[in-house]
């Protein structure tokens, strides 16, 4: 069965997406900081597929060496997730007040790691048949929302590394993808004291990427809520 690599997976999107992967078959090698969220989906699907997780940063070389290594002990990987990643300060601050050591940190996590991850994994998702590369962005990379400066610039530079890089690997399927609004976690950090029940949960945003996976579609830019009503 086909491995995929997940990072963010303890929570979100990241965990729903490996519920749904799991229940498909796929072997899994999940990633998180949260070491206990982290081990409870693991056990959770343990039962139904093959789950290698694997505690730690995205943004340590030594973690990103092991994620691949994990992979490439279950057969693959067929698929990379880059789907962790860093809100930054909350209450967002105004870029003229951004703490710039934090927002080294914030592209470290969102664009430096996944390049670097990618480049480790590129190897072996060359020789699969069905090589994939899945980046979570958002639409505060193409939107100029108020606050979202740090954040919303990084995953900016994720869609045109994106970009980049599926012109430079047209054997590969490289999707960059905006899950849309969800209640989530990082969501509500990003609007703290404020009520986000309304936003949908992150399982709805998984029918567009098994969509994206299933049909095989080109290499792109995509919202997944979009992809799953068509």
Do not use: F, Y
């Given at each position: 069965m086909p491995t995929a690599i997940i990072t963010?997976?303890?929570?979100?999107l990241g965990r729903a997406l490996a519920r749904a992967l799991a229940e498909r078959g796929w072997n899994l090698v999940l990633d998180a900081r949260g070491g206990d969220a982290l081990q409870e989906v693991a056990t959770e699907l343990a039962p139904t597929t093959k789950v290698v997780a694997v505690a730690g940063d995205v943004a340590d070389a030594a973690h990103r060496e092991a994620l691949v290594e994990a992979a490439r002990s279950?057969?693959?990987p067929d698929m990379l997730?880059?789907?962790?990643s860093a809100l930054g300060p909350s209450p967002q601050p105004p870029l003229a007040d951004y703490p710039i050591d934090v927002f080294r940190q914030v592209y470290e996590v969102n664009v430096t790691a996944p390049l670097a991850l990618i480049q480790l994994a590129l190897p072996l998702l060359a020789q699969s048949p069905q090589g994939r590369i899945l980046n979570v962005t958002s639409d505060a990379g193409v939107e100029g929302y108020e606050g979202w400066g740090g954040y919303g610039s990084s995953k900016a530079a994720l869609e045109q590394l994106s970009k980049v890089l599926a012109a430079e690997q047209p054997q590969l399927r490289v999707w960059w993808v905006d899950p849309g609004d969800m209640?989530?976690?990082?969501?509500?950090?990003a609007f703290p004291g404020?009520?986000?029940?309304d936003r949908p949960p992150p399982?709805?945003?998984?029918?567009?990427l098994l969509?994206?996976?299933d049909d095989?579609?080109?290499s792109g830019r995509y919202s997944a809520r979009e992809v799953a009503a068509k």
């Open positions: 963010g997976a303890s929570r979100g279950l057969g693959g997730v880059n789907n962790a209640n989530t976690q990082m969501h509500q950090e404020e009520d986000i029940s399982e709805e945003s998984v029918p567009g969509r994206l996976i095989d579609l080109p």
